[in-house]
Structure formats: C-alpha cells, structure tokens
Nanobody
Framework: QVQLVESGGGLVQAGDSLRLPCALS????????MGWFRQAPGKEREFVAA????????YYADSVKGRFTISRDNAKNTVYLQMNSLKPEDTAVYLC?????????????????????WGQGTQVTVSS
C-alpha cells in the first residue's frame, strides 16, 4: 500500500520561503507521477504543481508560476515543493498526490481525479 507523508509546513511571513517534502513509501517511487494540491478554508481543493515520473516535465498553476518549484529526488523517494515569495493567499493545507504511470515518463497530471494516492496534508500559513 502506498503511503504519502508531507512535512515542512508552518507559519511564515509574507515574502518568506518554505520547502515542503513529501515522502512516498510502500511501492517504487519511480513508478509515480506526482502532484501538489492545496485547500484553503472554505474553498475547493486546487491544483498547484505536477512533475512527471522522469522529473523532466513540470507544470504549475498560474497563481504560483515563477514562485514555486516542484522537484523530485528518486534516491530519497521524495517530491518537494519549494515555495518562495509567499503571499497570504497561499495559506492552505498542502497535499501531495501520486499516480502510477507504467510506461509513461513525461506526462504530468493536473486533475484531482487522476491521482489515486493522497497524503494527509501539511498546513502553511502566511501572515501579512
């Protein structure tokens, strides 16, 4: 069974940076395309960033493009979300997700329904 565990959240000020790791266990990490989503209080869960199984392809929501970077370290079974120039509107629970993609190395996935496995999330709060 695949398990995803996020960490690295916290309370920061506007303009600060945070890096969120998400560790996958239970199966081979290299079989999965990965994504980050977030959910703010009273709002729908939304896509943030995605990375292909190979790590070559990435994709970002317009709201975070140029500020956030998704990356993966296959040796550590971990996907990262580097968040710079944080804004109060980035406040949310951040969740990572995994999609098994046998035979596909370059596709990225932005829809929640694409992902089978989800972490519990980590809270990020950005004060103004």
């Amino acid at each position: 069974q695949v398990q995803l565990v996020e960490s690295g959240g916290g309370l920061v000020q506007a303009g600060d940076s945070l890096r969120l790791p998400c560790a996958l266990s239970g199966r081979s990490f290299t079989m999965y395309a990965m994504g980050w989503f977030r959910q703010a209080p009273g709002k729908e869960r939304e896509f943030v960033a995605a990375i292909s199984r190979s790590g070559i392809s990435t994709y970002y929501a317009d709201s975070v493009k140029g500020r956030f970077t998704i990356s993966r370290d296959n040796a550590k079974n971990t996907v990262y979300l580097q968040m710079n120039s944080l804004k109060p509107e980035d406040t949310a629970v951040y969740l990572c997700a995994a999609k098994e993609v046998p035979g596909q190395y370059f596709n990225v996935y932005t829809a929640q329904i694409d992902y089978k496995y989800w972490g519990q999330g980590t809270q990020v709060t950005v004060s103004s």
